[in-house]
Each structure stands twice: as structure tokens, then as C-alpha cells.
């Protein structure tokens, strides 16, 4: 099954922007949905951004992200990145990437703001603080 590392988790302050990157290894990630989610703490792990497999490789953002995030696929290097600019305080978190192989109930979950009970393979999480 595939295993997953992510990277690219870092102090900055608000207004900066991060990359984070999701290697996948075993098993080549363009077979399976992979999502972000983060969780602050004390609170609940929150779905942040999905990405399906199918050729559009359409992506999807929650609302707290939409227009700051973008998610992105890199085929030859079997990662999934994670782009944030214009940070805010509130996006400090430990970031997790998520995948679960793709089928058409997956793809759709991919695009309803899918639960974290959704996806079976999960990574060891980065770190991410904004603060001035």
C-alpha cells in the first residue's frame, strides 16, 4: 500500500506563503484521491483541500482555504503538493496529507468536504505556524 511522507512544514509570518509537498512511495499516487486536513490544538482535524485522479484532477478547497490554497499534482515526482499564501494565524496547524484509491464513490467524497474516516493511508503530519 502506499506510504506517504510530508515536507515543507515551517515557522512564518502572516501574509507569507509555504509549500507544502506529499511524497508518495509503493505505490504510484495518481491511483488514489489525496486530501490535506489539518488540526490545531485542541481542536478537531479539519479537511483543508482534495485532489481526485481523474485527467482534470480536479481540485477541491474548504471555504476557510478557498483562493489562498491550492492543491496540485506532480506525476513524475509521485507528490502532491500543497501551495498556501497569504497566511493568517489561524492557519497554524499540523498538516497531514491523506489518500484513498480512487473509485467513483471516493472521487465524490473527494468534493463534499470528505471526512478523515475516509482515507485509509495518512502521513506523520508537518508543522505549520504563522505568527508575527
Known amino acids: 500500500q502506499v506510504q506517504l511522507v510530508e515536507s515543507g512544514g515551517g515557522s512564518v509570518q502572516p501574509g507569507g506563503s509555504l509549500t507544502l509537498a506529499c511524497v508518495g512511495s509503493?505505490?504510484?499516487?495518481?491511483?488514489?484521491?489525496v486530501a490535506w486536513f489539518r488540526q490545531a490544538p485542541g481542536k478537531d482535524r479539519e479537511w483543508v483541500s482534495c485532489?481526485?485522479?481523474?485527467?482534470?484532477?480536479?481540485?477541491f478547497y474548504a471555504d476557510s482555504v478557498k483562493g489562498r490554497f491550492s492543491i496540485s499534482r506532480d506525476s513524475a515526482k509521485n507528490t502532491v503538493y500543497l501551495h498556501m499564501t497569504n497566511l493568517k494565524a489561524e492557519d497554524t496547524a499540523d498538516y497531514y496529507c491523506?489518500?484513498?484509491?480512487?473509485?467513483?464513490?471516493?472521487?465524490?467524497?473527494?468534493?463534499?468536504?470528505?471526512?478523515?474516516?475516509?482515507?485509509?493511508?495518512w502521513g506523520q503530519g508537518t508543522q505549520v505556524t504563522v505568527s508575527a
Open positions: 485532489i481526485n485522479n481523474d485527467d482534470a484532477s480536479m481540485p
Open positions: 509503493r505505490w504510484n499516487l495518481h491511483h488514489y484521491a
Open positions: 491523506a489518500a484513498e484509491f480512487s473509485s467513483e464513490v471516493v472521487r465524490t467524497r473527494c468534493s463534499q468536504e470528505p471526512h478523515a474516516g475516509y482515507f485509509g493511508f
